[in-house]
Structure formats: C-alpha cells, structure tokens
C-alpha cells in the first residue's frame, strides 16, 4: 500500500521561503515521478513541478524561477523548495506518485502579511 506523508507548510510572508517534503512508502520510490501539486479555494488542483526518478524536472509556468523541486532516493522523499512566495501560491500542497490515485494528506502553505 503506497501512502505519501508531506510535511513543511506553514504561514509566511510575501517573498518568504518554505520547503516541503514528501516521503514515500509502499513503492520502488528510485523509478517513480513524483510531483507536487496545489488546491487553492474554489479552484482546481494543479501541477506544480515533476522529477522523475533520474532528476530530470519540470515546472508550471507560474513557479518557474522560484521554486525548485528535488529527491533523495535514497530517503524516499521528494521536496519541494519554494522561494520568493507570493499570496497566490496559498494552496494545500499534495505529493504524488505520477500516473496514480496515490496522494499525500496535503500541507497547507499560506503566504500572507
């Protein structure tokens, strides 16, 4: 049984810095996507960024630049380093393993003066 458990949000002000991780059981973690995902009120989950299991990444347009997404395969654990926060990135953060129904808890992240 796959379970994600996240971990690192918080409350935060503009241009402020979090980082989130994501730690993974249940799973060969080295050969699956992971990705990070939001769910702002009233709108839709959307993707954040994706690494696959060799480290190559990508990102949604709107956190390009600013947040960085990496893994220790190790660890079993993806992390999210989010920089430069904006009130929009306000958002319950979920990991997912790729291609699955296998979601984490979520970790709620408020940036706000």
């Known amino acids: 049984q796959v379970q994600l458990v996240e971990s690192g949000g918080g409350l935060v002000q503009p241009g402020g810095s979090l980082r989130l991780s994501c730690e993974a059981s249940?799973?060969?973690?080295?050969?699956?996507?992971m990705g990070w995902y939001r769910q702002a009120p009233r709108k839709q989950r959307e993707s954040v960024a994706r690494?696959?299991?060799?480290?190559?990444?990508t990102y949604a347009d709107s956190v390009k630049g600013r947040f960085t997404i990496s893994r220790d395969n190790a660890k079993n654990t993806v992390y999210l380093e989010m920089n430069s926060l904006k009130p929009e990135d306000t958002a319950v953060y979920y990991c997912?393993?790729?291609?699955?129904?296998?979601w984490g808890q979520g970790t709620q992240v408020t940036v706000s003066s």
């Open positions: 249940g799973i060969i973690f080295s050969i699956n996507v």
């Open positions: 997912n393993v790729v291609g699955t129904d296998s």
């Open positions: 690494i696959t299991g060799r480290g190559i990444t």
